[in-house]
């Protein structure tokens, strides 16, 4: 199992930018799906972005074209860059791994887009 540290989050105008982060540490094998979620108040949490461990990336529909999942193999980092930021992506954004036989999670970071 891995230990997930999440970093970055925080207010930011419309139309603002912000990367997200995720330090992972641990037992890193048999990892699959790599991802973050968000979960805005009083909604169920949701899907926001995945990359699996063969490079692909899939999304929601309504971050398409502005956000962008990556990871650093040397740094064992998950990233979320957003871009666009509307007040509908205010959120605690959730990092999470899939691995063989478990589900790790973050404690989450706040985002808040707001003039």
């Known amino acids: 199992q891995v230990q997930l540290v999440e970093s970055g989050g925080g207010l930011v105008q419309p139309g603002g930018s912000l990367r997200l982060s995720c330090a992972v540490s641990?037992?890193?094998?048999?990892?699959?799906?790599m991802g973050w979620y968000r979960q805005a108040p009083g909604k169920q949490r949701e899907l926001v972005a995945v990359?699996?461990?063969?490079?692909?990336?899939n999304y929601t529909d309504s971050v398409k074209g502005r956000f962008t999942i990556s990871r650093d193999g040397v740094k064992n980092t998950v990233y979320l860059l957003m871009n666009s930021l509307k007040p509908e992506d205010t959120a605690v954004y959730y990092c999470?791994?899939?691995?063989?036989?478990?589900?790790?999670w973050g404690q989450g970071t706040q985002v808040t887009v707001s003039s």
């Open positions: 990359l699996t461990s063969g490079g692909r990336t």
């Open positions: 999470n791994v899939a691995q063989v036989g478990s589900d790790s």
């Open positions: 641990g037992s890193l094998f048999s990892i699959y799906i």
